[in-house]
């Protein structure tokens, strides 16, 4: 019986410790996931606000040159 009882005490903490390995890895997953969650929606909002400014530019560029058009004399 004692036996028995030390070979259950032994296994159960066998599976505390593989639990806590696994959720130690876990966890360090969800932090690096976290982290390129983080870097990637700073990479996002740059690229938004290249995306409006190259948008401003090209309005800018329509209404040029809608305007060189305008000055250009009909044939």
Do not use: C, F, W
């Not at 030390?6 to 696994?22: D, F, N, T, V």
């Not at 700073?42 to 290249?50: F, M, S």
């Amino acid at each position: 019986m004692d036996a028995e009882l030390a070979s259950l005490e032994l296994k159960l903490e066998q599976l505390i410790s593989q639990h806590a390995s696994q959720q130690a890895r876990l966890m360090s997953h969800y932090a690096d996931a976290a982290a390129e969650n983080s870097r990637l929606k700073e990479r996002v909002d740059a690229l938004e606000a290249a995306n409006r400014e190259l948008t401003d530019k090209l309005g800018l560029v329509g209404s040029r040159l809608e305007a060189l058009l305008a000055r250009i004399p009909e044939a």
